[in-house]
């Protein structure tokens, strides 16, 4: 059985930084791509980064390039998002998924996800 477990998330002023984490289990961990994605209210579930398996290749949506970080810990297990410089209109719920499929930024692509964890960014 997979799992997925996201935790990390909070409320933070504008400016500040957050790290999530994801944690996987049963799954080939280091043989899936991980992505993660965000959903604020009323809006489209929306791709945030992309890492490869073996963590050389990243890729980021335009609006969180040079403020977040994406890496992974394979010896663990998890997923990391780093997040810097946050702004309010980062407020969403965060979800890791592994990526199956083969468009990095569309979720279809994406076979397994956690339950999300919250981001609240206050200005």
């Known amino acids: 059985q997979v799992q997925l477990v996201e935790s990390g998330g909070g409320l933070v002023q504008a400016g500040g930084s957050l790290r999530l984490s994801c944690a996987a289990s049963g799954l080939p961990f280091s043989n899936y791509d991980m992505g993660w994605f965000r959903q604020a209210p009323r809006k489209e579930r929306e791709f945030v980064a992309f890492?490869?398996?073996?963590?050389?290749?990243?890729y980021y949506a335009d609006s969180v390039k040079d403020r977040f970080t994406i890496s992974r810990d394979n010896a663990k297990n998890t997923v990391y998002l780093q997040m810097n410089s946050l702004k309010p209109e980062d407020t969403a719920n965060y979800y890791c998924?592994?990526?199956?499929?083969?468009?990095?930024?569309?979720?279809?692509?994406?076979?397994?996800w956690g339950q999300g964890t919250q981001v609240t960014v206050s200005s």
């Open positions: 998924a592994s990526k199956s499929g083969a468009y990095i930024v569309l979720p279809l692509a994406y076979n397994y």
């Open positions: 890492i490869s398996g073996n963590g050389r290749s990243t």
